[in-house]
Every structure is written in structure tokens, then in C-alpha cells.
Antibody, heavy 121, light 110 residues
Framework: EVQLVQSGAEVKQPGATVKISCRVS????????MHWVQQAPGKGLQWMGC????????MYAEKFQDRVTITADMSTDTAYMELSSLRSEDTAVYYCATERCSAISCSFDFWGQGTLVTVSS | QSALTQPPSVSGSPGQSVTISCTGT?????????VSWYQQPPGTAPKLLIFEVSNRPSGVPDRFSGSKSGNTASLTISGLQAEDEADYYC??????????FGGGTKLTVL
């Protein structure tokens, strides 16, 4: 059974940095890219970026490019998302999601349970 | 890049059918088959509903179907059930391999 288990809720002050983890089990970690998705309270889903655990290649959405770092640790089958210079608008639930691809398509087949990050002074 | 355009809400009675549209551009939805749909009941993580425009993962009822015409993808739910009440999101990859989500559609079963 595939499981993506994320770290617990965080409360951060404005200007701080948060790092969330996503530990994978049930498949070979290096086989699939890991993506991160933001969901602000009452809002929709927003793609942040992804990492390929096999070669550490990353891709980031323009909105987050200057503040986000996504990494993968193959020794522990864990992906990380670090967001810096936090502001109140970053208060959201953050999800990790495994991307699987066929010959012509890709989709987010498995999702973590989500991690709530609250930014407040 | 802008989010894909979905209607904010749709509704239907049990047993009826509803269709949710997802409009993009020739650089995303119209460009490839990497169009998917996700279901998110309140307070839960999204779940894959449709991949590759029209394919269902194992375990997803055949009441859910997807299609695409030009720059617009569609999700149709037939035989509506109370348990279908949720938010629905489309996604598409873009020409530069970024991912766009739709703004989301809230389905209310009357």
C-alpha cells in the first residue's frame, strides 16, 4: 500500500522559514517525481513545484520560485519543501503528491494527508 | 500563468448528471493529454478521479467520465449520489512542463 506521511502542523512568525517533510512507503522513491501543492483556507489548489529524487532536478512555479526549495533524500525516502520569508498569505495546507506517468500522460496518483502551516505574529 | 477556468459551483439532484468544464489554452489543455481531475471532499486530501483526459483509476466508478475538445476539458458525473458532494479540480501540464490547476468547482447534491 502506498503511503505519503507528512510532518505535523507548524506555527511560524512572519519572515521565518518552514520545512515540511513527506515520507514515502509502498513504492520505490526514486521512480517518481514528488510535487508540492498549496491550499490556502477556503481556496483552491496551487502547484508549487517538484523534484525528481533520482537526479535532484527541480522545477518551481513562478509564484514561489524565489522562496521555495524542494529536495529529496533517497536514504530515507523523504521529500522536503522549504518555504522562506513567510507572510500571512502563506497560511495554508501544503500537500505532497506523487506523480506517475504513462507514455502520454502524468497525474498525481497519491497524496499526503496535508500539513497546516499558520503564519502569525 | 493563469489558473484554468472552472465554474465556481454546479448542482444537481440525485440521479441526475452534471458536467464541469475546464477551459485553458493551446499551451496547456489543448496541448497534451496530461489532463486530470481530482475530487476533494471537505477536510480531506484530493483524490485522483480521471487521468489522461478520460481514464479512470481502479476503484473509481464509471459514473465519472472525462473528455476534451480543443482547449476545454470536461468532467461528467452521471447518476449523482449524495457522496459525490465535494470540490472538483482539473489540472493540465503546460508546454514547459509546469502544472496548472483549475480554480475548483463545488458540487452540491440537492
Amino acid at each position: 500500500e502506498v503511503q505519503l506521511v507528512q510532518s505535523g502542523a507548524e506555527v511560524k512568525q512572519p519572515g521565518a522559514t518552514v520545512k515540511i517533510s513527506c515520507r514515502v512507503s509502498g513504492y520505490t522513491f526514486s521512480d517518481y517525481q514528488m510535487h508540492w501543492v498549496q491550499q490556502a483556507p477556503g481556496k483552491g489548489l496551487q502547484w508549487m513545484g517538484c523534484v525528481d529524487p533520482e537526479d535532484d532536478e527541480t522545477m518551481y512555479a513562478e509564484k514561489f520560485q524565489d522562496r521555495v526549495t524542494i529536495t529529496a533524500d533517497m536514504s530515507t525516502d523523504t521529500a522536503y519543501m522549504e518555504l522562506s520569508s513567510l507572510r500571512s498569505e502563506d497560511t495554508a495546507v501544503y500537500y505532497c503528491a506523487t506523480e506517475r506517468c504513462s507514455a502520454i500522460s502524468c497525474s498525481f496518483d497519491f497524496w499526503g494527508q496535508g500539513t497546516l502551516v499558520t503564519v502569525s505574529s | 500563468q493563469s489558473a484554468l477556468t472552472q465554474p465556481p459551483s454546479v448542482s444537481g439532484s440525485p440521479g441526475q448528471s452534471v458536467t464541469i468544464s475546464c477551459t485553458g489554452t493551446s499551451s496547456d489543455v489543448g496541448y497534451n493529454y496530461r489532463v486530470s481531475w481530482y475530487q476533494q471532499p471537505p477536510g480531506t486530501a484530493p483524490k485522483l478521479l480521471i487521468f489522461e483526459v478520460s481514464n479512470r483509476p481502479s476503484g473509481v466508478p464509471d459514473r465519472f467520465s472525462g473528455s476534451k475538445s480543443g482547449n476545454t476539458a470536461s468532467l461528467t458525473i452521471s447518476g449523482l449520489q449524495a457522496e459525490d458532494e465535494a470540490d472538483y479540480y482539473c489540472t493540465s501540464y503546460t508546454t514547459n512542463n509546469h502544472v496548472l490547476f483549475g480554480g475548483g468547482t463545488k458540487l452540491t447534491v440537492l
